[in-house]
Nanobody, 125 residues
Framework: VQLQASGGGLVQAGGSLTLSCTAS????????FGWFRQAPGKEREGVSC????????FYKDSVKGRFTISTDNYNNIVSLQLNNLKPEDTAVYYC???????????????????WGHGTLVTVSS
């Protein structure tokens, strides 16, 4: 299983980015996927998750209305659209997958099995 995250970069506050996570080696439709982030000196935290089978989602309160998670089940891509970015969104963003599809049923906290390398998002004020 491989998860390849991309799309990070440097953006001014109020700007937008789209993060993509391309998955291979798994049955995409069966999975739950999560996006997490880790800011310097802070613990990793869940940002959003989605169940590929039905599109159900959860979001961290601070990103609701600004971030949107989605899947492209044909191309095996999980995307996270980041709008109205704030300096406090600066972090390394990671995607994660649970082939059993058990993640993202009750919230963001779940021990996902597979993790991709992160992509850095830097938001300047």
């Amino acid at each position: 299983v491989q998860l390849q995250a991309s799309g990070g970069g440097l953006v001014q506050a109020g700007g937008s980015l789209t993060l993509s996570c391309t998955a291979s080696g798994l049955a995409f439709d069966d999975n739950s996927f999560g996006w997490f982030r880790q800011a310097p000196g802070k613990e990793r935290e869940g940002v959003s998750c989605i169940r590929a089978i039905d599109g159900s989602t959860f979001y961290k309160d601070s990103v609701k209305g600004r971030f949107t998670i989605s899947t492209d089940n044909y191309n095996n891509i999980v995307s996270l659209q980041l709008n109205n970015l704030k300096p406090e969104d600066t972090a390394v963003y990671y995607c994660a997958a649970d082939p059993a599809g058990l993640g993202c049923w009750e919230g963001l906290d779940y021990a996902y099995e597979y993790w991709g390398h992160g992509t850095l998002v830097t938001v300047s004020s």
